[in-house]
């Protein structure tokens, strides 16, 4: 299955997107990844939700990736002895540790972690912001607040702290059992919520072993003073504009998201940009015209993907939500002016002989008009330095590992075939002008340039590129 795109289109799946039949057309409208979010399934069900993909995958032949989204840290307040009580611009509200049903006056926090690093100045938000205060005196226990924003404060509304900077753990128990059962169930990428600093990645990543790749979720303002960092040690990065914009100023959001997203195209990971994409069609069977502007926009700066969330989750018309993502994204792709910001935004190599084959590669591209790069891969780490200077061309990732053919499924311009390995440069050469003219990728005629490593079936040994020109026994044989 060819898709007309490049960038990469994440489904979150749900309600609404519960049963095989539904999940299938989100695959076939054009879901590469499904992202399944542990803040709502049962982890008993999760090897069950997977094998459902998995199913759909033997049945189109094409690998799917899978993203296992952990819950991470919720920071919530205890109860109030009537459910919640209205506060009044410029009163004082204290949080501290007594679990004694709260009032107008008080109301228990059940982190104490937080109210020892809570400092005079910082913002306490709760309930994703509606209700906004600062920290006027801090104790033992106890961090006395001046209400700035008013409003209604009730059981178990969640808490954000933008400026400061928590002692957790980057896993919670809850986390940890989850991201167990991903792995052990198939999961291609964990996706590590509320990431402050590289050791909260590098924590998951120990626990994964290599047995799944990890992405940092970017939502927290702590997490942009180390950005080049977590990046670094992340195996991709999320953009979670949901919770960045309410733990910063709105209008600093759409800044941040081209940040991210050129750093981490910089250093070659995956970059998925969500949250409120095309949230009207939650509820309606088209968007927004600003909501089309910002699937766009992303687009238009080169992420690797754009996903969707309460749309196909729990919205009416998840079908129609991921065709209209794959038809914008479709349309931006033609546009010349893509093409001009993405070459304008392109890095220079690295001194490595991956990033040199993919410099050349890229040259070869240019200069001869091929519409697709045929790159011979075990870790997939070279395709992902080729994708990362976005050719305007395909890249075929030709791989016997399946595990890899998914994790790569989220690579902006990346269309991975499992296939056993070459057993020598002949074959190399001419099973990927055969993968190329069946994939339609390639007619008879076509040359397509050819990336892989000698000796055969040696890890991260990337070390030539070919020009195989396509002919008619490749066409009969395909």
Known sequence: MKRARRTKIVATLGPASDTPEMIAKLFQAGADVFR??????????????IEVIRTIE?????PIGILVDLQGPKLRVGAFAE????LVQGQSFVFDSDPTPGDSNRVYLPHPEILTAL?????????????RMHVTEVSEGRAVTRVDVAGRISNRKGVSLPHTVLPLPAMTEKDRADLEAGLNAGADWIAVSFVQRPEDVAEVKKVAAGRALVMAKIEKPQALARLDEIIEVSDGIMVARGDLGVEMPLEQVPGVQK???RGA????????????????MITAPVPTRAEVSDVATAVYEGADAVML??????????VEAITTMSRIAEQVEKDALYWSILTAQRSSPEAT???????????IVDALGLRAIMAWTHSGSTVQRLARSRPNASVIALTPKRETARRLAIVWGTHPIVTKDASDVDDMAFRAAKFAVRERFAEIGDRVAVVAGVPFGIPGATNMIRIAFVTREHAERA
Do not use: F
């Open 36 to 49: 399944i979010n542990m803040s709502h399934l049962q982890r008993e069900k999760l090897p069950e939700k």
């Open 58 to 62: 033997r049945e189109a032949k094409r």
């Open 83 to 86: 459910t919640g009580v209205e």
């Open 119 to 131: 400092e005079v100045g910082h913002e306490v938000l709760v309930d994703d912001g509606k209700l």
């Open 259 to 261: 940040r991210i997203t």
């Open 265 to 280: 195209r910089r250093l070659g990971k995956p970059v998925v940009v969500a949250t409120q994409m095309l949230e009207s």
């Open 309 to 318: 969330s309460a749309e196909s989750a729990a919205g009416q018309y998840p």
């Open 353 to 363: 002989a991956s990033d040199a084959i993919a410099a050349a590669a890229h040259s």
